[in-house]
């Protein structure tokens, strides 16, 4: 079974904060994604990677930065937190056929106070 | 682009109920269709896929029909359990240059009650 992990749960941090979350998928796929989801809004696609060192932006980018040096592992960086960025994070991993669907990890719910 | 829509929750049913959640999808070529299920604190699980069309993709005792005729990839189940109490979101990811993006849908909120 792939397992994608998110390093954290819950977090707090505080406006102003330089925050990494981390995530990690033990089964070689090439695309990985981040995405935030939101009460009444679904889910948004952040930032997604199609391959080591390589990053596209979706839907929201602003105010996020990503980093993917090795292919299990894809970091999403907030450089500043804000208020308007408490959410749930979600990760996934997905090989590349279109037939192929997304694997989730269990989420970081983020607070930004 | 590409776009899926699918019904406003919450769906509130009772045990041994049946249950139909609408999808309609916008695409080009023949996208793959999903739909995940999200139980409270976790992240998505994939619950069944369909990938051309007339396919239907079946788990847990819950089925989606590919339908390009009327774009449609709604979720049905013929009994409900008060374990099925989650989110569900349809999806599609494209089949042509461009549209390799998952798209999804808001979600639809179901409460099974006893």
């Known amino acids: 079974d792939v397992k994608v992990t998110q390093s954290s749960r819950y977090l707090v941090k505080r406006t102003g904060e330089k925050v990494f979350l981390e995530c990690v998928q033990d089964m070689d796929h090439e695309n990985m994604f981040w995405y935030r989801q939101d009460p009444g809004l679904g889910l948004r696609l952040i930032y997604f990677?199609?391959?080591?060192?390589?990053?596209e932006k979706g839907d929201i980018p602003e105010g996020y930065s990503v980093s993917r040096e090795k292919k299990e592992r894809f970091s999403l960086i907030l450089e500043s937190a804000s208020t308007n960025q408490t959410s749930m994070y979600l990760c996934?991993?997905?090989?590349?056929?279109?037939?192929?669907?997304?694997?989730f990890g269990n989420g970081t719910r983020l607070t930004v106070t | 682009g590409n776009s899926v829509t699918q019904m406003e929750g919450p769906v509130t049913l009772s045990e041994e109920a049946f249950l139909t959640i609408n999808c309609t999808y916008t695409a080009t070529g023949y996208p793959s269709l999903f739909w995940y299920v999200q139980y409270p604190g976790e992240g998505l699980q994939l619950l069944l896929k369909a990938t051309k069309a007339d396919d239907k993709g079946s788990n847990k005792g819950f089925e989606a029909t590919y339908r390009k005729e009327t774009t449609s990839f709604h979720l049905e189940k013929g009994s409900v359990q008060v374990s099925d109490s989650a989110v569900y979101f349809c999806?599609?990811?494209?089949?042509?240059?461009?549209?390799?993006?998952?798209?999804f849908g808001t979600g639809t909120r179901l409460k099974v009650l006893a």
């Open positions: 999806a599609l990811r494209g089949s042509t240059s461009g549209t390799y993006k998952y798209i």
């Open positions: 990677s199609y391959d080591v060192k390589m990053k």
């Open positions: 996934a991993s997905s090989s590349p056929g279109r037939n192929s669907p997304l694997h």
